[in-house]
């Protein structure tokens, strides 16, 4: 492979791995394979486009795609010119337009006819001084944002160079969905696993139960990272009984918290295929996992190049891996380079808990709720599809636990809220249990899959 830009020495090492593979298939591609030479003519294509278009090395450029072999490649021709890299995903325009202003993106590259780029200056200069480093180094960069749920999202800048040497060692890789989204760190941890172990990444038509269970049957999948949120809608959709799920092997889940009950159901009717909790963050990259067993909520995280420790209840990490910083907050790290995750976490021995973010808990007359706990009891009950639980001000006990559901039938509001009562009177503390329970007609879950952020009282 010839490329018409030189390769940045940074991530040379990278390019020349993939490439390698040459004739073996890295992609299926609306139901057909592409090759990782595909893959090496398409990164030769974007780069002759953003030669074209004049895009010049080490500037800031953000690009609109989901997962595709041309997405990829266009990622691989940013690295060969150092640039910055902001994925874009596939976002409202207002959202895109925040990110470029937030990001300082300088060029923006989307897809033209023909499979091709083009590529149009924002007329904004990136002039943070988190990109001086990346620029004397001669690396490539990277920036996420946070999901925004407690505030405006948060532009984290990365050293891709140092995110991607995690994927120096061979490890062993499946034939996995891409579920997770482009623009995510879960979504491109997953990706550069599988092409630097020359694995099969499959692109998915759409993140629905019926459509990743007909992917998982038809391309014989083994792997799928996805959520907890989509988990459950995987269980009530019934799409598992539909489809022949029997090539999977492992589940792996994170993003937020698991209900236990949700995990139990899964276990019972996947009971071949693995379970395992991950962890990770936009700051940090992600870290190795091992769930203690396919059931269970205990987890231990770190691996090499991650140290972790608890302070106070709370998880802190030291990571390689770690952001330079925001380009729009302050440092989170403190002096000696520990981030706060502000997980709250139990731990036993090797194996840490994860409560759910110190943010969320909800103070009930100076007695701990943690949201997930009370969540995990809902959706034990066949009627609920959806809850999400936040704490609504008392003016007695400072903060009650509010209840939003989505049911699974029709039923009227008030025998749902009797039963939701009786349910939880059975399996919780008088203090956790829902003091208001308001039905929803819509969804309580993102795009994203992940739970939505309720407004207390809504």
């Not at 299926?28 to 074209?52: M, N």
Request: hydrophobic fraction near 45%; aromatic fraction near 8%.
């Amino acid at each position: 492979m010839t490329a018409t830009r030189p390769v940045s020495l940074a991530t040379e090492w990278f390019e020349a791995r993939l490439f390698a593979f040459r004739d073996a298939p890295a992609f299926i591609w609306r139901d057909a394979p592409v090759t990782y030479a595909d893959l090496a003519a398409l990164a030769d294509d974007a780069s002759a486009d953003l030669a074209t278009h004049g895009v010049p090395r080490g500037t800031v450029v953000g690009f609109e795609s989901d997962f595709s072999p041309a997405g990829t490649g266009l990622m691989l021709a940013l690295l060969r010119l150092e640039c910055v890299i902001v994925p874009l995903g596939v976002n409202p325009p207002s959202e895109v337009a925040w990110r470029i202003e937030a990001g300082q993106i300088e060029w923006v590259v989307r897809p033209a006819d023909g499979g091709r780029w083009v590529a149009q200056p924002t007329g904004l200069h990136a002039t943070h001084e988190l990109f001086e480093p990346l620029r004397e180094a001669g690396h490539p960069g990277l920036i996420l944002f946070s999901s925004g749920s407690s505030g405006p999202p948060k532009a984290a800048v990365h050293d891709l160079a140092r995110l991607l040497d995690k994927f120096r060692d061979t490890r062993p890789v499946n034939r996995t969905a891409g579920f997770l989204l482009f623009d995510h760190i879960g979504g491109l941890n997953t990706l550069w696993h599988v092409l630097s172990n020359g694995g099969l990444f499959v692109c998915l038509p759409d993140r629905s139960p019926e459509s990743v269970a007909a992917a998982i049957a038809r391309h014989r999948i083994e792997l799928v990272p996805t959520s907890p949120t989509f988990l459950n809608l995987l269980l009530l959709s019934g799409a598992w009984e539909r489809h022949d799920l029997s090539s999977l092997r492992l589940i792996t889940y994170g993003t937020e918290p698991m209900p236990q009950s949700t995990l139990t159901r899964l276990r019972q009717v996947l009971p071949d295929v693995e379970l395992r909790q991950t962890y990770g963050l936009s700051e940090l990259g992600i870290l190795r996992a091992k769930s203690e067993a396919s059931d269970s909520l205990w987890v231990k995280i770190g691996g090499s190049g991650f140290e972790v420790e608890v302070r106070d209840g709370i998880l802190w990490i030291r990571a390689h891996s770690a952001m330079l910083g925001y380009l729009n907050a302050p440092s989170p790290f403190d002096e000696n380079g520990w981030f706060n995750t502000k997980d709250m976490v139990e731990v036993r021995g090797e194996y840490f808990r994860i409560l759910g973010r110190v943010s969320e808990i909800i103070n009930v007359g100076g007695q701990k709720v943690y949201p997930g706990e009370v969540e995990s009891v809902l959706l034990e009950m066949p009627e609920i599809a959806e809850a999400v639980v936040v704490g609504e001000p008392n003016a007695l006990l400072g903060r009650v636990v509010v209840a939003q559901v989505v049911p699974t039938l029709e039923i009227e509001p008030a025998e749902l809220r009797r039963r939701v009562r009786e349910h939880c009177r059975g399996r919780l503390a008088s203090y956790k249990v829902p003091a208001k329970v308001t039905i929803s007609e819509t969804a309580l879950h993102s795009a994203r899959f992940k739970k939505k952020a309720v407004a207390a009282g809504s």
